[in-house]
């Protein structure tokens, strides 16, 4: 799905639900309420960004493999997002650090045009294990 125009935001969070829906009901994947939650929020929050600070369309891609759902969020902006200093003081721009601290793994790269942020967040919940799905 490529996002422009005035609400690529909220278009990128009715897409992820229908994506994790469709995942759920059309091909059989249990899907928690926590991944459900956790990819919408890791969409917006990564579109978010990239409307924010780059510049043209932003395509946004997701994809189910091994028990996951990887996100991918392309902008024409090669600037690598880099989490920021903890400060108690600072309202906002936390959004960086929420989705890292709850994705199994998050890449940040640089394309040949731009760069591709990319996330993942386990489909199903598994007790004894980090809640991002990373091993303890």
Wanted: proline share 9%; net charge negative.
């Amino acid at each position: 799905m490529t996002l422009h125009g005035s609400e690529p935001i909220a278009a990128a969070r009715h897409f992820a639900r229908n994506f994790m829906t469709a995942v759920q009901a059309v091909h059989g994947i249990p899907v928690s309420e926590r991944a459900m939650g956790l990819v919408q929020l890791v969409v917006s929050e990564l579109v978010t960004n990239a409307h924010k600070y780059a510049p043209g369309p932003c395509p946004l891609d997701l994809e189910v493999s091994g028990g996951a759902v990887e996100i991918s969020v392309w902008d024409t902006d090669p600037t690598l997002p880099a989490a920021r200093p903890a400060d108690p003081g600072r309202v906002g721009q936390h959004g960086l650090e929420i989705a890292m601290a709850v994705c199994r793994s998050f890449e940040a790269r640089r394309e040949p045009v731009g760069k591709r942020v990319k996330a993942t967040v386990v489909l199903a919940d598994d007790p004894g294990e980090h809640p991002a799905g990373r091993l303890m």
